[in-house]
Structure formats: structure tokens, C-alpha cells
């Protein structure tokens, strides 16, 4: 089965600082991988997705995420906080190639880091 | 473009009772999904729909039931309510149930939920 940690439920960074949140994947071959951004009452928004192109993503609102194998680790970065990215976001897998089975377009989140940004 | 849309916005229901939650795909789209998002924890795969048939179903009691109509719009339906089904349930649509071999990277775009409270 498919798991996703996300190290550290709460994050706290100062505007213009980087933003790092950290996700690990457990997974037999190299699953698809996205984030998702939550803003308080709302719904969940792709930031960007992994799906076996290029290792490092580019995403909306200045987000990027690079895949590593190696360390089963796909974080989220930001080269510089704004008051705007204050929300909580979730690291999520779907099943790989060839999954078959009930998993049909199941996403599997982890359990979302949330993030503030101080002036 | 409309988004997801997701019927009502908040319920407020006993133990017991039965609850229908709906839900109105992107138009294109064919696929829903259904989550559950307790407070604090990442959403929860309930089930997905593509072309009307069930194609996935997550660890979730036959007490949770849903189904899609020609329109590929879908209700989620729950009985017997308990209180720990208090929760965001979330509406993901995109444009396939999955790829022909198994694994999806279709986007998943989720609507604003539906806040249930069983008292």
C-alpha cells in the first residue's frame, strides 16, 4: 500500500524567507505525486503534479518540487514567503502504472502541514 | 468556466439519519471522486466514479454509497449516520477514471465540500 509522510504539522517562516515543507512517499516503483494547497473553508487547489517527465516541477504561485528516488522524497519549496501562501498544504500519491485493481484514481494525502507566514 | 460545485455547503444532521451529498463535475469531465477530510487529518479516498460505474472504493463501510448520472454529475450517499462521520467531504472531477494501465495523472480538481455535522 501507498503511504505519504509529511514531516512537521506546522511551519512558520517570515515574509521573503524560504518555504520548505517536506514530504516521503513509501511506494514499490515510483508513484505520480502532486500538492495540494487548502485555504481556510475552501477547497483543495493542484500546486503541481509529478508524473515521470522532468524530476524538478515548476508550479503555480512560484512553488516548485523536486522528485528524488533515491530519498522516496518529493518537497515543496518557495524561494520567498508572501503573507498569501499562509495555508495548509497536503503531499498526495496516486497509484503507478499498472496498479490496477480498486485503486483506480484514488489519491492517497498525507495528513497536510500548515503554513504561516509572519511579517 | 464553472468549476466543481458541491451541494449543500453545510448540513446539519442526528445520528441515524441519512445524508445525500452532490456533486457537479467541470464540464468534459467523466470522473468523480469523493473524499472524506476529518478536521486536522488529509482527505480520505471514499470512492470514484467514471462513466457511471463504480471504478475505485477506499476503506469505507457499505454504510457509504454513491452513484453517477448520465450527466456525470453524482450524489454520495451515507446512512445510519454516526457522529464520526462529522467531516469535509470533497468532490474531485477530472477528465478519465485512469490511464489504460492502471495509474492516473489526470488532474484531480476538487470542488469547496460540503461541511457535514452529525449531532
Known amino acids: 500500500a501507498q503511504s505519504v509522510t509529511q514531516l512537521g504539522s506546522h511551519v512558520s517562516v517570515s515574509e521573503g524567507a524560504l518555504v520548505l515543507l517536506r514530504c516521503n512517499y513509501s511506494?514499490?516503483?515510483?508513484?505520480?505525486l502532486f500538492w495540494y494547497v487548502q485555504y481556510p473553508n475552501q477547497g483543495l487547489q493542484l500546486l503541481l503534479k509529478?508524473?515521470?517527465?522532468?524530476?524538478l516541477v515548476k508550479g503555480i504561485n512560484g512553488f516548485e518540487a523536486e522528485f528524488k528516488k533515491s530519498e522516496t522524497s518529493f518537497h515543496l519549496t518557495k524561494p520567498s514567503a508572501h503573507m498569501s501562501d499562509a495555508a495548509e498544504y497536503f503531499c498526495?500519491?496516486?497509484?503507478?502504472?499498472?496498479?490496477?485493481?480498486?485503486?483506480?484514481?484514488?489519491?492517497?494525502f498525507g495528513q497536510g502541514t500548515i503554513l504561516t507566514v509572519h511579517p | 468556466d464553472a468549476g466543481v460545485t458541491q451541494s449543500p455547503t453545510h448540513l446539519i444532521k442526528t445520528r441515524g439519519q441519512h445524508v445525500t451529498l452532490r456533486c457537479s463535475p467541470i464540464s468534459g469531465h467523466k470522473s468523480v471522486s469523493w473524499y472524506q477530510q476529518v478536521l486536522g487529518q488529509g482527505p480520505q479516498f471514499i470512492f470514484q466514479y467514471y462513466e457511471k460505474e463504480e471504478r475505485g472504493r477506499g476503506n469505507f463501510p457499505d454504510r457509504f454509497s454513491a452513484r453517477q448520472f448520465p450527466n456525470y454529475s453524482s450524489e454520495l450517499n451515507v446512512n445510519a449516520l454516526l457522529l464520526g462521520d462529522s467531516a469535509l467531504y470533497l468532490c474531485?472531477?477530472?477528465?478519465?477514471?485512469?490511464?489504460?494501465?492502471?495509474?492516473?495523472?489526470?488532474?484531480?480538481?476538487f470542488g469547496p465540500g460540503t461541511r457535514l455535522t452529525v449531532l
Open positions: 498526495a500519491v496516486s497509484p503507478p502504472a499498472n496498479a490496477g485493481g480498486t485503486s483506480y484514481g484514488k489519491l492517497t
Open positions: 509529478y508524473t515521470s517527465a522532468a524530476t
Open positions: 511506494s514499490s516503483v515510483p508513484p505520480y
Open positions: 474531485a472531477s477530472s477528465l478519465a477514471g485512469t490511464s489504460a494501465r492502471g495509474g492516473s495523472t489526470d488532474t484531480q480538481y
